[in-house]
C-alpha cells in the first residue's frame, strides 16, 4: 500500500520510487503502526501487562499471510519503546529505527493467550508484598489488607439477630450485644499475644480508611490485626444504648472504646464528639476534631469536622478561629446551612459584617498547626500507595486510592486511570 511515486515540489513533477526503498518503508511503516498498536493496548487499561501485535498481508490464495509478530510486556514497552516513539517523527524511514527496536520483540503468535492473573479481592490473595509497600501499609500480605466480613460471618449473623431483638426487647439486646463484644475482645486478645511482632487491632470500615490508618503510626514495624465487624457494630449498639437514655456519663467510655477501635473512621470520631457535646467538654472535643481532620479526605467528613470544631473553639472563647472554621464548611455539604446560619450568630457578637475569606481563614488555621484537609501526609500516603500498588500488580487495593485521589483533584487523568482498573 506504500505510493508507486512522491511528488517533487521543486521541480513540480511527479516522480516513480525506487522498488528497494517502497520496501524499506513498508517495514519501517508496518514497524510503527504496531508500536502504535500496542501504545493503545496499554492505554486501554492498567490491567493489560502483555500484548501481541501482529501484522499480516493479503494473500490471494491463502487469505492472509503472517509476516510478523511481535510479544510486547508493559515495563519492557514503557522502557524500550516508548522514548523511541517519541522520537519518531524525526527520524528518516530509510534507516528503519523502528523496525530494528522491534526485532528484539520478534516472538511467534501463541495458540491461545492465558489472561493475566488479577484477584478480585484481597482475601483471596496470598501474595506477599514487596519490603517497601509493607512499610507503608503495615502489613506483610495482600490478605491482611482485607477490611470486609464474609457474607455468611456467623458473629455478623449475631449482630442482625439482636438487632431485631431489640425493637421488642432492647435490654436484653443490649446484654447480648456486651457479651458479644467480650467474646470478640477475647478472640482478638488471643491474636495479639499469638503474634510474632507488635501488632494493633482495629476496625476500618472501608478499603480506603485502611489505606490511610499507617499516617497515625510512626513504629513500621507494626502491624495491623483487622478488627472483625461484629466487634465493632456490637460496640456502636452499646453506645447508642446509653445515649438514648441520655446517660451520657456512662455512655463516654464506651464511645472512648469505639474510638479507640477504630483510630482512622470518621464515624468514630463522629461518635465520640457527638457524647462530648451533649458533655459541654469543648477542649476534648477540639482534640477529636483536630485528630480526625488529620486523616479525613472525604469532603462531607471534613465538612462536619470543621463545623464541630468551630463551635467548640466558640465556647472556648477562640473567636477568630471558630470564624475562620466555620468560613471552611464546604457549602452544599449536610452542615453547610448550619454553619452558615451559626456564623452569622458568632459575627454578631464579633462584630463583624464580612466573613473572612477562604485564603484568611486557611491562613488563620494555620498559625493555630492546622491544615487544610487533605493533609499532605494523607494525599502523599494514598498517592505513594497507588503508584506502589499499580506496579506491583495489586490492582483492587490500588484502584480505592486512585478513586479517593480522583475525587479529591479532580484529575482527568485519575478518572480514567480509575476506570481502566474496573
Known sequence: AMPQREYDAQDDAWRELDEDARAIWAA??????????????????TCITRCYVQIAAPDSEQGERVVAT????????????VPVAKDLESMDMDDMPCKRVLEAYESTAPETIEPAEVHARPRDDHRMLPPALRDLLLADTADELEVMEEDDDPY????VELREQAKVDRTGAFEGFSRLVEELEAKCAVAELLATGPVQTQFCDNQLVRMVLPVLEED???????APDALYFAQ????SFYA?????????????????????SMQSHFALINVLARLERFDEIIEVARHGLRIASDRSAIGY???????????????????????????????????????????????????????????????????????PAVANQLADAAVQLVDNGFFFLARGCIFQMWRTMGNDELGSLNRSLG
Open 220 to 226: 513500621r514495624s507494626v502491624r495491623i490485626l483487622r
Open 70 to 81: 511481535y510479544f510486547f510486556g508493559r515495563a519492557a514497552y514503557l522502557a524500550d519503546c
Open 244 to 264: 438514648e437514655q441520655e446517660d451520657f456519663e456512662r455512655a463516654l467510655p464506651e464511645v472512648r472504646h469505639l474510638y479507640d477501635l477504630a483510630r482512622s
Open 28 to 45: 519501517e511503516h508496518d514497524a510503527r503502526v504496531a508500536l502504535t498498536l500496542a501504545a493503545a493496548c496499554f492505554a486501554a487499561g
Open 305 to 375: 469536622l470543621f463545623y464541630r470544631l468551630a463551635f467548640a473553639y466558640w465556647n472556648c472563647d477562640q473567636l477568630d478561629l471558630a470564624l475562620a472554621c466555620y468560613r471552611l464548611v464546604p457549602r452544599g455539604e449536610e452542615s453547610g446551612s448550619s454553619a452558615l446560619e451559626e456564623m452569622q450568630g458568632l459575627m454578631n457578637e464579633m462584630g463583624v459584617s464580612e466573613p473572612p475569606t477562604f485564603e484568611e481563614a486557611v491562613e488563620t488555621i494555620r498559625r493555630a498547626g492546622l491544615e487544610l484537609p487533605p493533609v
Open 156 to 159: 455478623v449473623a449475631r449482630v
Open 236 to 239: 456502636h449498639e452499646i453506645c
